[in-house]
């Protein structure tokens, strides 16, 4: 069975300090994978997906970035990080296919101090 | 552009009772699909029940099912006798078909209705 892995679970960072989530699909090869960010009481938003390795799309620009360098790997970033990055990142996979449904990781809480 | 609507910020039901969280949306692709994820206070992202929008009957899956009207452009979630362990945030979510380029990838979420059950 496939399963998701975040890490780490939480953090707690300063402005301005670099960032580094990870994210990591077993038991599925070549699969869709996803970044969402949910702020406090909202629902989610759609930051990057990947069909691919090293292939990303953005939908939101922002200080963020996303690297996929192996095929069951995702790595959301940022060279500084500003408050209003504080969030609950969610990190997702499908299967290669756009229509069907997305399963989410156990999700990283980021507080930006 | 997709728009997902959930209008109940909140509901309480009864326990062993059934309950309807309401979800609406609103896009100009002839091919969709809607979603229905449970997020407990843990935070993980639940996937409970899919809808294509060319599906005939409407999807169930166990305690969940899927009431779907096309024309109104509704896609409510029933879940029958309500449990404790029910209390969760509830997403309405709505992807794009295969000729929506982007879209077809992306889930467009509700704000979510916040369940709780009383014993």
């Known amino acids: 069975s496939q399963t998701i892995h975040q890490w780490p679970a939480t953090l707690v960072q300063p402005v301005g300090s670099p960032l580094s989530l990870e994210c990591t699909v077993e038991g599925t090869s070549n699969p869709n994978l996803y970044w969402y960010r949910q702020a406090a009481g909202r629902g989610l938003q759609l930051l990057f997906y990947s069909v691919g390795i090293g292939q990303i799309s953005s939908e939101v620009p922002q200080n963020l970035s996303a690297s996929r360098p192996q095929d069951r790997q995702f790595i959301l970033s940022s060279k500084k990080l500003l408050l209003s990055d504080s969030g609950f990142y969610l990190c997702?996979?499908?299967?290669?296919?756009?229509?069907?449904?997305?399963?989410f990781g156990p999700g990283t809480r980021l507080t930006v101090t | 552009a997709q728009k997902i609507t959930q209008t109940q910020p909140g509901m309480f039901v009864q326990e062993k009772e059934a309950v309807t969280l309401d979800c609406t949306y609103d896009t100009s692709d002839p091919s969709y699909g809607l979603f229905w994820y449970k997020q407990p206070s843990s935070g993980e992202m639940i996937f409970l029940i899919y809808?294509?929008?060319?599906?005939?009957q409407n999807a169930t899956e166990g305690r969940y099912s899927l009431n779907f009207q096309k024309a109104r452009k509704s896609a409510n979630l029933v879940i029958s006798a309500s449990q404790l362990g029910d209390s969760a945030m509830y997403f309405c979510?709505?992807?794009?078909?295969?000729?929506?380029?982007?879209?077809?990838?992306?889930?467009?979420f509700g704000k979510g209705t916040k369940l709780s059950v009383i014993p």
């Open positions: 809808q294509g929008s060319y599906d005939q």
């Open positions: 979510a709505m992807r794009g078909g295969a000729y929506s380029g982007a879209g077809s990838y992306q889930l467009t």
């Open positions: 997702a996979w499908g299967e290669d296919r756009a229509a069907y449904e997305q399963y």
